[in-house]
Structures are given as structure tokens and as C-alpha cells.
């Protein structure tokens, strides 16, 4: 029996049924762009804990900063006995997130929380109720943002009622949808006014690249046509970068990209180098109006989070991790397309900076476009070629035979994404694409 199987052996005995992992291998130690498990199997990274792990695992300043804050202290709770490192924090994310006004931040512990403080937030300094989300949206696992969230399996099946005042509209969706980003902004919008009222909109919550949705870039022009109008009709626009922020998609956020200013944005995962802290950031009106006591945790903005927080922007600032991500897109992007040339599996290949995807569908099935997208999200059908669930959890499969770690995502779960650490080399990237080649 390998070490892994019996620490399998032992989790079936331990761990709850519905917590799940991806493979049945266990990490022993992580750096750079690799994994290495009890057995001494190396991976190639290609998950980065989710977009977590953008400096890299175990980094050597947040390694230094996370060993000198636990010897000074690990706990106060910053609405009990404040310090310095919970303002520095916020004063660094004031400072990176889009928009040139006065902002404040407030700190939490993962980007579930961070998104429900938003919600909280923009219902009060707005005082209207209904939020605005999006279909193939991803924004967490607990009450409220199951509610936000659209895909049901697994992240909804069994667990309602949800919290209400919770309206979805259509997304840009290019591969499927055939729409310009002005067109489908319209789609939307026209689904607000009828079916909500502008008047009652608290917040339009959107990921300017969703993430477990598939990987979906708005088409140019959708984005800021719905920030727009959200700002005519007095609700907020609210950018959850908590997958995009912090260099990977090549901008320090996202947003950045469509020259979108968001009233309010929600960051977690990359921030913190592997720590759990989560934020969000806006309006010094919008994030001021909240009563005192209104916000906050016990582990809000824990002090070795926010040391990892502060060790983990200044190495992507020294590192440049913005420049890191392009370079990973300049390497990836072309082999893909390859790949997709030869393998008519491979419908789409998108994404920005180290935020990758490829969609599998079924060859020869219907073009992108090939129903209007008012009769598709009438009937709620998918939109173009066919997706191909099976064929992707197929080679998802033969990759991790291969020691390459791949995560799927996607409404019909037939989307490849690739989230590197930013910090991996060249050398790394072309073998985890030879991977993927074999494996398709």
C-alpha cells in the first residue's frame, strides 16, 4: 500500500462524503509550478489551488513575513485590538483596485464572505433589495451566494431555500451566443427593466472573467455598457474579482482590461499567497455608510493573513507578475490553438493572461449563433456546438495519469481551465502542454 492510499484509507474513516477531491494522491510539499505527494509523484501545477497560489507555494516572503508575525502574535481580533497590518492591507488594496476615488476597504476571510459583505453593503447605502446576477455565475457555497451562484450540481442540489431578491440575467457569452458585447449588455438590461425595475436595484454583481462558469470573457463592450447602467439607475456596480484579482489575468484586476471602475469589488484567493483573507473594496461613500459594528468577524483580516497579504504584494510587485501572466499567455495561448486546429474537440480556446480555457464539444454540431439567444434563454437550452461533458472528464483523466493537474469547470462541465502559478517557467509550461497534448 502506497503512503496516499493509506491516508485514503484513513480520510473514508474521517473526512465527511461530500467534501471530494479531484485525485486520490496527498501533497507533501509544493513549490513553484510543481506539487510533490507522500509517494514522491511530482504534478505539474495547473490549478494553483484555484487561483490561489499566483506568488507560488511556500514563497520565500510570505514564508519570512507568516513566520515572524506567528512568533509576535496570531490572534486579537481586529474589532477588539487592532493593528497595523489590517490597515496596511486595506491601504494597499485602496490603492491597487480600480478607480481613481477615495476608497475604504474592509477585510474577511474567504471570497463567500467577501461577496455577502458586498450584498450587505449595497442594499444598505443604496436601500433597495433586488441584486442583479448573471447566468453561469460562480459566487460561493453558502446561503446567499448559493442564491447568486447559477449552477445547480454541485454546488446547490438539496441545500434551499435560498435567501430571495436574487434576479439572473443573460451573460455574454461569445462562443455561444454570437452577440456583440453591446447587444447581449441590451439583453440584459432589457430583462432588468421589465422583470425587476431599475428603481429597485441594489447591485449589479458580475465577474468580469467568470471562473467556475467556464472561463467566459464578455464580449468588448458588455461589460461597461451594464457598469453604465448601473450607475444611471443608482445601483452599484460590484465586480467580484475574487478568481481574476491579483495579476492573473495579466492586470492587477480584471476590470482593468475594459476600463471598468466597479463602485464596489470583492477580492480573496491570490491575495494572501495560500492564507485565508478575503476583502472588499470601493466607494469611500458606498463602503462608509454602513453603521459602526455593522461588518465584520472574529478572523476578519487575521494578522499572519494579512502579513502573507503584504509579503504576497510586494513579491508580485517584484516579481511582476502582471508581466509573468502575459508571458504564460504568450506561451499558452499559441499551442492551444494548435491543439485546437488538430482536435475538433476543442471548440473555443479564450481567456486572459494565466486565465486559460479550452471548451470540448461534440465535432460537426451546431455553430455558435445558430439560435437566436432570446429563443435559447427563453428555453434555457445551451447555445451552439453541443458541449461534450464526457470527452472532458476523458481527458482530464489521462492528464492526471500523466502527472498533470487539470480542473474542469463550466455550466455543462465541459470546459479544461488552466490556472498556473504565475511564477512557472517556460520549461514547465511546455511540458504540462505536452500532457495535454497526449492526452487529448
Known sequence: MTASQDIHKRRTSAVARGVSSMISSYVDHASGGTLTDVDGREWIDMAAGIAVTNVGNAAPKVVEAVRRQVERFTHTCFMIAPYEAYVAVCEQLN?????????????????????????????HATGRQAV????????????????????????????GPFAGEIYRVPM????????SGPDAAALA???????????????????PVQGEGGFIVPAPGFLSSIA?????????????????GFCRTGEWFASTHEGVEPDLITTAKG????????????????????????????YGGNPVACAAALASIETMREL?????????????RPRLESLAAAHPVIGDVRGRG????????????????????????????????TPDAAKTTAIQKAAHEAGLLLLTCGTYGNVIRFLPPLVMDDATLHRALDALEAAL
Open 132 to 159: 442583479v446576477v448573471f447566468d453561469h455565475a460562480y459566487h460561493g457555497r453558502t446561503n446567499l451566494t448559493m442564491a447568486l451562484t447559477a449552477k445547480v450540481m454541485p454546488y446547490k442540489h438539496g441545500f
Open 95 to 123: 490603492a491597487l483596485t480600480p478607480g481613481v476615488f477615495e476608497k475604504r476597504s474592509a477585510l474577511f476571510n474567504s471570497g463567500a464572505e467577501a461577496v455577502e459583505n458586498a450584498v450587505k453593503i449595497a442594499r
Open 354 to 385: 494565466a486565465m486559460l480555457a479550452v471548451e470540448i464539444v461534440v465535432p460537426g454540431s451546431a455553430e455558435p449563433g445558430s439560435m437566436t439567444a432570446e429563443r435559447a434563454y427563453g428555453r434555457g437550452a445551451p447555445l451552439g456546438a
Open 228 to 244: 453604465a447602467w448601473a450607475r444611471s439607475a443608482g445601483a452599484l456596480f460590484v465586480a467580484d474579482e475574487i478568481q481574476t
Open 189 to 207: 438590461i432589457g430583462m432588468i427593466e421589465k422583470q425587476i425595475g431599475a428603481d429597485q436595484v441594489a447591485a449589479v454583481l458580475i465577474e
Open 172 to 179: 455574454s457569452y461569445p462562443f455561444r451566443d454570437g452577440l
Open 271 to 298: 491575495i494572501a499567497g495560500g492564507l485565508p483573507l478575503a476583502a472588499v473594496t470601493g466607494r469611500a461613500a458606498v463602503m462608509d455608510a454602513v453603521h459602526a459594528g455593522g461588518l465584520g468577524g472574529t
Open 320 to 332: 511582476d507578475l502582471c508581466a509573468a501572466a502575459r508571458r504564460i499567455e504568450s506561451v499558452m
